[in-house]
């Protein structure tokens, strides 16, 4: 899919309520920032910022962190949150590749809806829940693991699930037809246009102590 340039998007997410523009200063100071002990909850590729929102809205809580790579994606999430009061959200733009320079031992849970497939076998490696990036993963869990996933993508779903299998993750839920099997469902933008038009959503939660 095309990503949309949006004129000046990098000067504009600066200016968002609750948008981290040195998210490397807080490494091992999250709760901090927070200004609690609550869990922390990361979304790695939040899009739009749909569902980390509604989650943070719904679960006060629960610290949330959404990550995005693109401004001109970015940007929409911190369009909408800044109409929001809330205490326990903050928006960052990274590569998901450093994300050991931003975390250190104090995420309770990852989310991973919708990522990029990197469909092509050379690029495995790309994937988020490649072993690559499950080792990366190792440096920012503040004790117990748990990985939340979300695709529509049946060949990453399968490579992800057997991919946290070999670290010895266990799969503690699994359906391939995520709105068939479950209520009261948080969605992305991304899940709202592929479940109307049919298409099965791919779920799993796995942990690991």
Known sequence: MRLKNIKGASEKIQK?????S????????WNHLFNNNNPIYIEIGMGKGNFIIKNAID???????GIEKYDSVILRAVE???ELELNN???????????EEIFNKEIDLIYLNFSD???KERHA???LTSREFLLRYDQIFKKDKKIIMKTDNIELFNFSVESLKNYDYNIDYLTNDLHK????????????????????INYLEASKK
């Open 125 to 127: 490696k790309r994937r």
């Open 89 to 99: 959200l903050y928006l960052i733009r990274m590569d998901a590749r450093l994300i």
């Open 181 to 200: 099997d479950k209520d009261n469902i948080i969605t992305t933008e991304y899940e709202d246009k592929f479940t109307n038009i049919g298409i099965k």
């Open 117 to 119: 497939p990197w469909p």
């Open 80 to 82: 909408k949150s800044n």
């Open 22 to 29: 040195n998210p490397k200063e807080y490494i091992g100071k």
């Open 59 to 65: 679960n006060p809580n629960i610290n949330y962190i």
């Open 16 to 20: 968002g309520k609750y948008f981290i």
